[in-house]
């Protein structure tokens, strides 16, 4: 059995920062792995752990800076890792849902997995379609914001528990091959151990082109247009007031004395 899993690279910005056209300048960026790939990846491993003869392979979009990120996952039990990137994504200002889909289902199509994991949203464009828009370009069975799996190889089924609108949970089979969209929750994701930090040194990542995947550039082509960045302005100001509780209390009260707060 072969688990394929989705992880991305996502950028934390400081809280001080400038910006360089649409994007945030790099120095002011910091790189980790998205937390719902997190959750998606902790599934995947555990799932190898319960059972025998399982593979899990990462699949990531992202340029070379972003293997110190996969082999987090690598070090965490991924077995190897497939990294998606090209020239033709350096320009690329916002990769869409759609964009992503056509290389994840080539990628799918390489690799022939029989489940495909990936975390319900990213933290930074947080689109929250990605998962869904692959099952459906692959044709498999899908379920989303799973928050229970329970797997039964032999028989390839997901017993999956998932997350409805209004705090509603719903109970569902889901046949293999599928696509489950990992919510937050659903495990406890590990620490790397030092062993496993060695052995992800070791560990294949595999680059794919666009060509490798039998893909053009007008895989990439997006419907969306990135037009402008900006830092939002800021409404009103917060007063913070000095002294010990009761000068504080005094300065607290005049002001909303002032803004007519009681007067009636």
Do not use: C, H
């Amino acid at each position: 059995m072969k688990v394929l899993v989705t992880v991305k690279e996502v950028a934390e910005v400081e809280e001080d920062f400038q910006l360089d056209g649409l994007r945030v300048a790099e120095q002011y960026l910091d790189y980790d792995l998205n937390e719902w790939d997190e959750y998606a990846v902790e599934a995947a491993v555990q799932i190898a752990e319960e059972n025998d003869d399982v593979e899990v392979v990462s699949a990531t979009i992202g340029p070379e800076r972003s293997e110190e990120t996969i082999r987090m996952a690598l070090a965490k039990g991924v077995d190897r890792a497939v990294r998606v990137w090209d020239d033709a994504l350096d320009d690329v200002d916002l990769l869409d849902v759609g964009a992503k889909t056509r290389l994840l289902s080539a990628v799918v199509e390489e690799e022939d997995p029989d489940l495909v994991l990936t975390g319900v949203q990213a933290n930074d464009d947080s689109f929250g379609a990605t998962g869904v828009s692959l099952a459906s370009a692959i044709d498999f069975e899908w379920a989303a914001v799973v928050n229970d799996l329970d797997l039964d190889v032999d028989g390839a089924v997901a017993n999956v528990r998932r997350e409805l609108e209004g705090g509603v949970e719903e109970l569902t089979e889901v046949d293999l091959p599928a696509v489950l969209t990992i919510q937050t929750g659903i495990n406890e994701p590990r620490y790397a151990s030092l062993r496993g930090i060695r052995q992800a040194q070791s560990k294949e990542i595999k680059p794919m082109t666009l060509s490798d995947l039998g893909l053009d550039g007008s895989a990439v082509e997006s419907d969306l247009v990135l037009t402008d960045v900006y830092e939002p302005e800021t409404e009103s100001d917060a007063t913070y007031f000095e002294g010990d509780a009761g000068t504080q209390a005094a300065e607290l009260a005049t002001v909303l004395r002032e803004k007519g707060v009681g007067s009636q």
